[in-house]
């Protein structure tokens, strides 16, 4: 999935930097000066050059380019941050000298004051690879290294489309009728993969005939590089889905998949004249199911079109046993204890359920043929959770 979502990786575009959280570097970060650029005071104090007393002969503060320090037995006052001018020998603080009568006295330490050109960083120096997620620390970085725009992957756009006649959109669930989970859900999930999805691109139920589903797949393709769709997945008397690809003339890039829950969980490509590659994924309709769908196939995929590494499983050992499902992967969800490293089966894991979900941090991967035993240690796959989430 990665492989193929990396084959289409979305276009570099350069964006300001402000406007560049959750995208991914399509070109290497690099500084535009030495970091620092120039030679910087890190304490409140006075620039000196050579052995006092000296003699005041100015100030300098942040922002400023200081005159030269031209004759020994001088100094300036000097802000925090400011430029050091060139011919100070050392820079003594505030609260270590002494003025009297326009001299000023004191020791300066032994380690340099001040901070050296190039410290932190090289002009040029790479300092993140390509492909790696922008977050908040990386846009600080990139101001200081003079950055004004970044050159980014564009944000992969999704839709989601829901299919099902049996469902509700508002109100509580009975008489045959149950609500959409996943209208609701499955966006917000996507949008933490970095997917740009707008209100408009979320449609459903989507009328149970075959038209209706090709029409409304068409539409979605018209703008999204993924379109998502829930149910129908299936060879029921209305799941449409593989007839509405067939008609679409998508290629399957994976049709069902050996794992519980999940399996009809499907992704075909389409390619377009002009070579453009967007993805239809067939998450199945049991709503956990289709977040097994999502954590397994769509987000390798996603991270391939935004040109990030290959997502890497963490691990976690089993503090109960969890039962394998045959010749079938489980991913069973599991609750992670992140500071012993343990992970927790939970309750309410039925594919229809949505419950146990609602309390994991990701699932664990049982393989097939196995039963996970107590101790074992397995990869998990996680939940794309933020920090806070789920702390108990
Ligand atoms: N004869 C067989 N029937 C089924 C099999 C099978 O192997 N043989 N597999 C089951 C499995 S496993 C799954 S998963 C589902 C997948 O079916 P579809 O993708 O075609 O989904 P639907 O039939 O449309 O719906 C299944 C189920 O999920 C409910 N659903 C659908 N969408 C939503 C939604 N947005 N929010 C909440 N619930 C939703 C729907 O009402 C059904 O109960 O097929 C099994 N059948
Ligand atoms: O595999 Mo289905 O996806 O168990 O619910």
């Known amino acids: 999935m990665y492989a193929v979502g990396l084959a289409a990786a979305l276009p ?3 964006r300001p930097l402000v406007d560049t959280d959750g995208l991914t570097l399509a ?3 690099t500084t535009r000066t030495d970091l620092p ?6 304490v409140d104090g006075w620039a000196v050059r050579g052995t006092g007393p000296w003699r005041v002969v100015g100030r300098v503060l942040a922002g400023n380019t200081p005159t030269p320090l031209a004759e020994d037995g001088t100094t300036v006052e000097i802000a925090t941050g400011a430029m050091v001018p060139e011919g100070t020998t050392a820079v003594l603080r505030i609260e270590e000298s002494t003025v009297k009568g326009g001299l000023v006295s004191g020791t300066p330490r032994p380690a340099p004051e001040w901070r050296q050109p190039g410290e932190e960083a090289y002009a040029d120096e790479e300092l993140l690879p390509v492909g790696t997620p922008i977050d908040p ?7 200081s290294c003079g950055h004004d725009t970044l050159r980014v992957r564009r944000a992969p756009r999704a839709a989601l489309l829901v299919f099902g006649d049996e469902l509700l959109t508002a109100g509580p669930p009975g008489a045959g009728r149950v609500r959409d989970a996943l209208g609701p859900a499955v966006p917000a999930w996507l949008r933490r993969y970095g997917c740009h999805v707008r209100p408009s691109d979320v449609v459903g139920p989507v009328a149970d005939t075959l038209p209706a589903h090709v029409a409304a797949v068409r539409a979605a393709l018209t703008n999204a590089d993924l379109v998502c769709t829930t149910g129908g997945t299936m060879h029921g008397p209305v799941d449409h889905l593989h007839p509405t690809l067939e008609a679409l003339g998508a290629d399957y890039v994976v049709n069902t998949v050996a794992v519980r829950p999940g399996f009809p969980m499907l992704l075909a490509r389409l390619a ?3 070579g453009r590659v967007r993805f239809v994924a ?4 049991n709503p956990q199911s289709a977040i097994v769908a999502l954590v397994s196939l769509v987000a390798p995929l996603l991270a391939g079109l935004q040109g990030r590494a290959m997502p890497v499983l963490p691990q976690a050992t089993l503090a109960e046993a969890v039962p394998g499902r045959g010749d079938h992967t489980h991913l069973a969800l ?3 204890d992140r500071a012993a490293g343990t992970a927790y089966p939970v309750r309410h894991v039925g594919s229809a359920m949505l419950r146990g979900l609602a309390g994991a941090d990701g699932f664990a991967v049982i393989r097939p043929g196995t039963n996970g035993a107590q101790g074992d240690r397995v990869p998990i ?5 933020l920090s806070g989430e789920r702390a108990s």
Request: charged residues 10%; hydrophobic residues 55%; negative net charge.
């Open 12 to 14: 570099a575009v350069a």
């Open 27 to 29: 070109e290497p970060l």
């Open 37 to 42: 650029a120039f030679p910087t005071s890190s």
């Open 137 to 143: 620390a990386v846009i600080g970085l990139a101001a």
């Open 272 to 274: 377009d004249h002009d």
């Open 282 to 285: 067939g998450l199945p309709g």
């Open 334 to 336: 599991v609750r992670l």
């Open 381 to 385: 796959v996680p939940l794309p959770l």
